[in-house]
T-cell receptor, first 111, second 113 residues
Framework: ETGVTQSPTHLIKTRGQQVTLRCSSQSGHNTVSWYQQALGQGPQFIFQ???????GRGNFPPRFSGLQFPNYSSELNVNALELDDSALYLC??????????FGPGTRLTVT | GESVGLHLPTLSVQEGDNSIINCAYS??????FIWYKQESGKGPQFIID?????DKRQGQRVTVLLNKTVKHLSLQIAATQPGDSAVYFC????????????FGSGTRLQVQP
């Protein structure tokens, strides 16, 4: 176990709805990264937060947004859900930019 | 754009044999590489990493080799066990502007008893 937790485990939403996913980082880690993993593919980087500020972003539209809190936990928000947003959303925590430890993920299904 | 890819989508080995999983990367600026193991329904689990100033690093039953000349990375697993069955990803962290890990598509390792 990495000490990184995510909630909820599974979620089903309808197209056009909004969703918030949560992540608690490993103790002592100040950096949280979010990834989207479609079925059968490798994780794709969404964005990273360091000390409550966005610190890099991948090729995802603005309807993907996030927050990091003073205790370094983080949220991923997705607005106007589309069918292609169905995926496993992974949170990874690290101390700095290198070794990242992943949580178990949240499985999002958009119908 | 830059990408990390894998040669073989599925690798089947006998229990007790050694496994070798290969990965090609295209970003010559990459300076850090990681291997992750992902079991069904779980998040990726860190296995071993290597920096670009090294060409070999060993862990417990695992060895990572880096060949920067041909941009190739491999993971060797000694005495493969049924518990090693999973999908293995290589990832790189070379674009410091993005500070992100770029993952390949993965290789499924199947260990036959």
């Amino acid at each position: 176990e990495t000490g990184v937790t995510q909630s909820p485990t599974h979620l089903i939403k309808t197209r056009g709805q909004q969703v918030t996913l949560r992540c608690s980082s490993q103790s002592g880690h100040n950096t949280v990264s979010w990834y989207q993993q479609a079925l059968g593919q490798g994780p794709q980087f969404i964005f990273q937060y360091y000390r409550e500020e966005e610190n890099g972003r991948g090729n995802f539209p603005p309807r993907f947004s996030g927050l990091q809190f003073p205790n370094y936990s983080s949220e991923l928000n997705v607005n106007a859900l589309e069918l292609d947003d169905s995926a496993l959303y992974l949170c990874a925590s690290s101390s700095g930019q290198r070794e990242q430890y992943f949580g178990p993920g949240t499985r999002l299904t958009v119908t | 754009g830059e990408s990390v890819g894998l040669h073989l989508p599925t690798l089947s080995v006998q229990e007790g044999d050694n496994s070798i999983i290969n990965c090609a990367y295209s970003n010559s600026a990459s300076d850090y590489f990681i291997w992750y193991k992902q079991e069904s329904g779980k998040g990726p689990q860190f296995i071993i990493d290597i920096r670009s100033n090294m060409d070999k690093r060993q862990g417990q039953r695992v060895t990572v080799l880096l060949n920067k000349t041909v941009k190739h990375l491999s993971l060797q697993i000694a005495a493969t066990q049924p518990g090693d069955s999973a999908v293995y990803f290589c990832a790189e962290n070379g674009d410091t502007g993005r500070r992100a890990l770029t993952f390949g598509s993965g290789t499924r390792l199947q260990v036959q008893p």
